[in-house]
Structures are given as structure tokens and as C-alpha cells.
């Protein structure tokens, strides 16, 4: 998905009609993390959250979101991704394969 194209077409939204949202997404299961060093573990859920982020672009094209998403963030090495949507597609979201739970940034910060 090109997400500068799709930050284009919602540059005509104002910000009100966006919401930013926390996307809790599934971790790698605590036995496989076993035994790694910091490093390592580091690297393993840098990879979970990176290949989750390509999944979750996939599945917003396929569902023709891809017109409510003005940006994904960065993934980090925590089961965390920040995306600036409409309302509509963040309740959609939470369809989402891997995604365990959406936090809209009221509920984030009150």
C-alpha cells in the first residue's frame, strides 16, 4: 500500500474527521522469546511488529480502507502501532487479523 498516496487523498479531510489510535497487536509467545538475550528478543518483536504493520496495510487495501488510513507509524519492538484513520476505519480495525485491540487516543490519554 502506498501510504503517501493515501495521506494524499485524506489531505482534503480536516483533522477533526481523523482519530489517532493504539493497534495492539499479537506477540510472539513467551517460549520462543525464551532463553534470548536482549538482543535478540529485541530483534524478534522489531520482526513480529514490522510483519504485523505489512499485514495490516494488505488487509486495509482488501477491505478498501485504504482511503480512510492517513498513516501508519513506524513499528517498534513493542506489540504497539499508531495509525491516523477515520473513525469508521478505526472501528474497523479491530477486525484486523493479529489485532488484538484498538484504543482510540481519547480513551489513550484520559
Request: aromatic share 4%.
Given at each position: 500500500?502506498?501510504?503517501?498516496?493515501?495521506?494524499?487523498?485524506?489531505?482534503?479531510r480536516?483533522?477533526?474527521?481523523?482519530?489517532?489510535?493504539?493497534?495492539?497487536?499479537?506477540?510472539?509467545?513467551?517460549?520462543?522469546?525464551?532463553?534470548?538475550?536482549?538482543?535478540?528478543?529485541?530483534?524478534?518483536?522489531?520482526?513480529?511488529?514490522?510483519?504485523?504493520?505489512?499485514?495490516?496495510?494488505?488487509?486495509?487495501?482488501?477491505?478498501?480502507?485504504?482511503?480512510e488510513?492517513?498513516?501508519?507509524?513506524?513499528?517498534?519492538s513493542?506489540n504497539l502501532l499508531?495509525?491516523?484513520?477515520?473513525?469508521?476505519?478505526?472501528?474497523?480495525?479491530?477486525?484486523?487479523?493479529?489485532?488484538?485491540?484498538?484504543?482510540?487516543?481519547?480513551?489513550?490519554?484520559?
Amino acid at each position: 500500500m502506498a501510504l503517501h498516496r493515501t495521506q494524499n487523498r485524506t489531505q482534503t479531510r480536516t483533522a477533526t474527521d481523523l482519530v489517532q489510535v493504539m493497534v495492539t497487536i499479537d506477540r510472539p509467545e513467551p517460549e520462543s522469546l525464551a532463553g534470548c538475550n536482549r538482543q535478540e528478543k529485541f530483534d524478534i518483536l522489531l520482526e513480529n511488529a514490522q510483519r504485523h504493520r505489512t499485514e495490516l496495510v494488505a488487509w486495509i487495501q482488501e477491505q478498501n480502507l485504504a482511503d480512510e488510513v492517513a498513516r501508519i507509524g513506524a513499528p517498534t519492538s513493542f506489540n504497539l502501532l499508531f495509525v491516523q484513520c477515520t473513525p469508521h476505519a478505526a472501528t474497523q480495525l479491530a477486525r484486523a487479523p493479529g489485532v488484538i485491540d484498538i484504543t482510540v487516543e481519547t480513551e489513550i490519554y484520559h
